[in-house]
């Protein structure tokens, strides 16, 4: 069975902290994305990586970077959380150019 | 800007009744098209996806959607949905002249009364 795993389910953390979001698939994908998920707004692309140590930035890069040193590996980083960046993050992974992307289960982080 | 266009924010239906959800982008090239489905509590699920050939193409649990390419649409269809189906639903589009960004409409919430 497939699987893309997000390493903590619920985060609460506080203002100004660094925060890390690790993401791991096992199907080999090239593509990985980090969304984050609030109601009304669906889902909107933070960044995207097609390749080991290549990203691209979706339509809300700012306040994150992103950090992929393996394939099967994609991490969020939040430099300084701040309270409009609590939300649901989920992680996705595809083979390129095919979407088709398989979710994690998301971790829904709060910032007080 | 790819962009994907949602039309019902929250639909109510009865049990047994006929669904259709649409859904536009906005990318004039090639395209993948996609219908993810969130139940309550549960992770993203592909319901169904078009890549080529059949404009009609046929998902699990019955669900269908129609590429219509000079309507840029993609609209999801069931003929008699069930309690079961209440759900969102998010469209998304990826353009294959990019590595493969999927774009995701805002979700269109289905509630089914039994």
């Known amino acids: 069975d497939v699987k893309v795993t997000q390493s903590s389910r619920y985060l609460v953390k506080r203002t100004g902290e660094k925060v890390f979001l690790e993401c791991v698939q096992d199907?080999?994908?090239?593509?990985m994305f980090w969304y984050r998920q609030d109601p009304g707004l669906g889902l909107r692309l933070i960044y995207f990586?097609?390749?080991?140590?290549?990203?691209e930035k979706g339509d809300i890069p700012e306040g994150y970077s992103v950090s992929r040193e393996k394939k099967e590996r994609f991490s969020l980083i939040l430099e300084s959380a701040s309270t409009n960046q609590t939300s649901m993050y989920l992680c996705?992974?595809?083979?390129?150019?095919?979407?088709?992307?398989?979710f994690g289960q998301g971790t829904r982080l709060t910032v007080v | 800007a790819q962009s994907v266009s949602q039309h019902n924010h929250h639909v109510i239906l009865s049990e047994a009744a006929s669904l259709e959800l649409g859904c536009n982008y906005s990318?004039?090239?090639?395209?993948?098209l996609f219908w993810y489905v969130q139940y309550p509590g549960q992770h993203l699920q592909l319901l169904l996806k078009?890549?080529?050939?059949?404009?009609l193409v046929k998902g699990i649990k019955g669900f269908e959607a129609e590429f219509i390419k000079s309507k840029f649409s993609f609209n999801l269809r069931k003929p008699s949905v069930q309690w079961s189906d209440t759900a969102e639903y998010f469209c998304?589009?990826?353009?294959?002249?990019?590595?493969?960004?999927?774009?995701f409409g805002k979700g269109t919430k289905l509630s089914v009364k039994p």
């Open positions: 998304a589009v990826n353009n294959l002249g990019s590595q493969g960004n999927l774009i």
């Open positions: 199907m080999d994908h090239e593509n």
């Open positions: 078009y890549f080529s050939g059949d404009p």
């Open positions: 996705a992974s595809s083979r390129q150019r095919q979407g088709g992307a398989f």
């Open positions: 990586s097609y390749d080991v140590k290549m990203k």
């Open positions: 990318y004039g090239g090639t395209v993948n």
